[in-house]
């Protein structure tokens, strides 16, 4: 059986890309115990789109459904799968949660609102109850989003965090029950997993280490760039040019195009989507960089190179920017010099590559 | 006098709604429908480089967030005038498709579907039951296999990333055609064959056992038509009885598979986009916010505006109040298979809260055997990607149907850079306030008279709502008039 030291040991031990499917049963098992003392969580939706819970209602490790049957987690307010509506619904919020999920950024009070209430009042009455923990899901709820994005009109905000900077709708200051910060899963939409596991943790009273941004170190220490499944073309210098040969088959890297893969942490690329099935750069996607904390803004214009967007190369230029700057131009240059060999070759009657 | 009734919010669809409905003698006098959140996209986009623009209004949406991107992508194709290759044009209807058919499914199984299960209604169909349920079971581990196909396809579900301006990021490879046709042939025998659904009918109508041999999808929705009907949802929940339909699927020839057009309540007319204006007089946003979406300014926000209730702006066809949706596609392409519509529903173009789900439904069938025939028309490592770039200045038009209704962007360019941005989206026709001329918007309309004998209960105002399948990326909820209020128990 998986007690709690034993879980905080497996999450610090093992790789964050491997610890679901490794331990996917252990987790459920560890869920359905913590589930007989009851925990009671509430989901609520700011400016969402209802992205984040859609991917999760797909999650596989475990299955949400599962998770819901068998652990008895007592989910109390879900505006997408709750039976109850209405007056009904909204007297469900009348409770003291274990766990509060947002889902969406939160405006001024005009525009959100739900049962005639503005979103940011429920917010922030709900999260001062909380016991254990706040968790934000999802790039709006996180960081402000898009919506919060330049032309901010609804002077949206992350629940504590707004772009990098702290403060949101809670405040710098706000601590759960528990004494916890806000506990951070972006993406856009959040990946599953790290919404499954992250709750499961916390649900077994154990908080997963997080960084200085309020994410969880498991998921969110390495850049999507370092186990890309294209790394090895930009070690050697091939990128893309033009979508013309994206496609896996061509052998390039998407850097030219506009991947932001370089300056996003997350583990996506190890990770992948879907039950594992496909990420955005295996099929020729570039990364958009909606795992960053200042997605969008800072990420535009998407299309263009890392080196044309003034703004990405400003905002971390230690741990990000530079590096991945640096070690890029050295593999521009070799791919110019590769360039310049095959031409050569060509031109000696050798075949073009 | 009028007994007022106040659901909000309305669970159990995307995004939030409220409704509040007046009944006088047991039937349903009067509705309001209003948006209350606002995100301001349109104003977020502007001074962005056009390209950035599909894949930021993609995310309005995580239900039909394909479609937003693809429209997105068409508005600026259509400015520069590009003609992405055959391989780019049957990927994308083969996304758009498995889409459609998903968002169908989760529709019967999770949202809409369970206002007619035993949960709600004792009525013996358990299999609808949310989440206990053996089809809803079944459903979500059918539907994660839709969801791998869209993932094979476009890299990732939610929010698909593979539709490019110009064509697609990927190419066809034996590879992924094999691994798509696996999955859609499991989800196909849970489903059943098409041909097997008069079959179903018949035997469930002779009141023989269910033979879950011909397909399970398919005896659930048999089971739920039945009910449907014994209940009277054929009677009710009509509405303005028009219907509009960007058109969608392109064929190689150049025609939509499902055509555009606008039904005008006696026949078919055709769709000219110049016709689509919006209103915002019961609208939050001033009151220049409204007009046509190629010329309109970007709205500007009031929220002190007197008589306003939403924050949805009211679109019309020329004056017209028409829906969009399944149904909407259905009778405009004139497909009704095995006259479904017409025997059980009376009339294959009539609307109602029965007509319009069961359109859903007939709709997912005749999508689920296009993608099977569509598959084989990919060819591995066919070219899907022709040059691209954003044109100087101009307007681009982009108009397709997501699941739920006609999706429009416009985009104008001037400097290679947005200058103004306008999105109409699928339920943005239907779920709206009042137009300028005081006429109810499409879903109020069609809660005019539907029954409701139990204030306490009122099933029937919640399946009408539902029957529309509201993707409300917005909060939205309903006014709610002088008089007595009443909370709903659907549970």
Redesign the interface.
């Known amino acids: 059986m998986l007690t709690r030291r034993n879980f905080m040991k497996l999450a610090g031990a093992v790789s964050a890309g491997m610890f679901l499917n490794l331990y996917n049963s252990d987790i459920v098992k560890a869920i359905e115990n913590a589930g007989k003392t009851g925990i009671k969580l509430v989901w609520i939706?700011g400016?969402?789109?209802?992205?984040?819970?859609?991917?999760l209602?797909?999650g596989?490790h475990p299955?949400i459904?599962d998770a819901?049957?068998k652990l008895n987690v007592d989910i109390r307010f879900h505006?997408?799968?709750?039976?109850?509506?209405?007056?009904?619904?909204?007297?469900a919020l009348d409770i003291e949660p274990d766990v509060l999920v947002v889902e969406g950024s939160i405006?001024d009070p005009?525009?959100?609102?739900?049962?005639?209430r503005p979103?940011r009042d429920i917010v922030r009455e709900l999260a001062a109850k909380t016991k254990v923990a706040v968790v934000a899901v999802g790039a709006c709820a996180t960081y402000g989003?898009?919506?919060a994005?330049?032309?901010?009109?609804?002077n949206?905000t992350g629940v504590q965090y707004l772009k990098a900077k702290k403060g949101g709708a809670l405040g710098a200051g706000f601590l759960s029950g528990a004494g916890l910060p806000v506990v951070n899963l972006p993406g856009?939409?959040a990946h599953p997993d790290h919404v499954l596991l992250t709750l499961s943790s916390v649900i077994l009273g154990v908080i997963p280490e997080l960084d200085d941004k309020g994410r969880p170190v498991m998921f969110f220490s390495s850049k999507i760039h370092d186990e890309c499944a294209r790394r090895g073309f930009y070690d050697v210098g091939a990128f893309a040019e033009?979508?013309?040969e994206?496609?896996?088959?061509h052998e390039k890297c998407l850097y030219q195009l506009g991947c932001r893969g370089p300056v996003t942490l997350s583990d996506c690329s190890l990770r992948?989507?879907?039950?594992g099935?496909?990420?955005?750069m295996?099929?020729?996607?570039p990364c958009?960089g909606?795992f960053h904390e200042s997605f969008?803004d800072a990420m535009?214009?998407?299309?263009?190179p890392i080196e044309k967007v003034p703004t990405l190369l400003g905002i971390n230029p230690v741990t990000a920017g530079k590096a991945a700057v640096a070690a890029t131009a050295a593999g521009i240059a070799i791919h110019a010099a590769r360039r310049g060999v095959a031409k050569k070759t060509a031109d000696e009657g050798g075949e073009e590559k | 006098m009028a007994t007022e009734i106040?659901?909000?919010?309305?669970?159990?669809?995307?995004?939030?709604l409220?409704v509040s409905v007046s009944v006088e003698d047991g039937i349903v006098v009067d509705a309001k429908c209003s948006g209350?959140?606002?995100?301001?996209?349109e104003?977020?986009?502007?001074?962005?480089?056009p390209?950035?623009a599909p894949?930021?209004s993609q995310?309005?949406?995580?239900?039909c967030?394909q479609s937003h991107r693809i429209t997105g992508v068409r508005a600026l194709e259509n400015l520069a005038g590009t003609r992405v290759p055959d391989g780019a044009r049957v990927m994308r209807n083969l996304i758009e498709a498995v889409t459609t058919v998903y968002s169908h499914a989760l529709w019967f199984y999770?949202l809409g579907g369970?206002d007619y299960s035993d949960?709600?209604t004792k009525n013996g169909l358990t299999r609808l039951d949310?989440?206990?349920g053996q089809g809803y079971?079944e459903a979500?581990a059918n539907?994660?296999k839709l969801?791998?196909v869209?993932?094979?396809l476009?890299?990732?579900?939610?929010?698909q990333?593979?539709y490019?301006h110009?064509?697609?990021?990927?190419?066809p490879?034996v590879e992924k055609i094999m691994q798509v046709k696996t999955r859609m042939l499991e989800v196909s025998d849970w489903v059943g064959s098409t041909a097997n659904l008069p079959a179903v009918l018949e035997d469930k109508l002779a009141g023989k056992p269910n033979d879950y041999s011909k397909g399970h999808a398919l005896n659930d929705v048999v089971d739920w038509a039945v009910y449907a009907l014994s209940e009277g949802a054929d009677k009710w929940g009509g509405g303005h009885g028009k219907y509009i339909s960007y058109g969608v699927y392109d064929m190689a020839d150049g025609s939509l598979f499902e055509p555009s057009g606008v039904w005008d309540g006696s026949k078919v007319i055709p769709m000219d986009e110049k016709k689509i204006t919006e209103h915002v007089k019961y609208s939050w946003y001033t009151d220049d916010s409204g007009g046509t979406p190629a010329s309109a300014p970007t709205p500007k926000?009031k929220?002190d505006k007197a008589g306003a209730y939403s924050?949805s702006k009211t679109p019309r066809y020329g004056t017209m109040a028409v829906e969009g949706g399944p149904l909407a596609r259905l009778v405009i392409a004139g497909i009704d298979p095995f006259d479904l519509r017409k025997n059980l529903g009376g009339g294959s173009g009539k609307a109602s809260t029965f007509n319009r789900t069961l359109a859903r439904m007939q709709e997912t069938l005749l999508l689920r055997d296009k993608i099977v025939e569509w598959l084989d028309e990919l060819v591995p490592?066919q070219?899907?990607?022709t040059?691209f770039e954003v044109p100087e200045k101009g307007i681009g038009v982009g108009l397709w149907e997501a699941p739920r209704g006609p999706v429009g962007h416009w985009t104008e360019i001037e400097g290679k850079k947005i200058k103004r941005y306008q999105i109409i989206a699928g339920t943005t026709w239907n779920a709206t306030p009042r137009d300028d001329m005081g006429t109810r918007g499409v879903i109020e309309e069609a809660l005019i008279g539907v029954p409701v004998p139990d204030v306490k209960n009122p099933v029937n105002v919640?399946r009408t709502v539902r029957s529309y399948d509201p993707c409300l990326?917005?909060?939205v909820?309903v006014m709610t008039p002088a008089g007595q209020?009443y909370?709903?128990?659907?549970?």
Not at chain 1, 79 to 91: K, V
Not at chain 2, 43 to 49: S, Y
Not at chain 2, 166 to 171: P, Y
């Open positions: 939706q400016q969402s789109d209802t992205g984040c819970t859609i991917s209602l797909q596989e299955d459904y819901i049957m505006p997408t799968i709750m039976a109850a509506q209405g007056e009904e619904a909204m007297a405006p005009e525009f959100a609102t739900m049962g005639e979103i989003g898009i919506p994005a330049e032309g901010n009109v609804t949206s856009c939409p033009s979508f013309h994206t496609d896996f088959s992948k989507w879907n039950g099935i496909n990420v955005c295996n099929s020729g996607a958009i909606c969008p535009s214009p998407l299309f263009e | 106040n659901i909000d919010p309305v669970t159990r669809l995307e995004g939030h409220g209350t959140m606002f995100r301001g996209f104003t977020i986009l502007i001074g962005r480089d390209r950035d894949v930021l995310r309005i949406c995580g239900v967030h999770a369970p949960a709600v949310p989440i206990t079971r979500v539907q994660r969801h791998e869209m993932s094979i476009g890299a990732k579900v939610p929010h990333m593979t490019i110009g064509g697609m990021t990927h190419q490879s926000t929220h924050w490592g070219k899907t990607y040059d919640v990326a917005c909060t909820h209020k909370s709903i128990q659907v549970t």
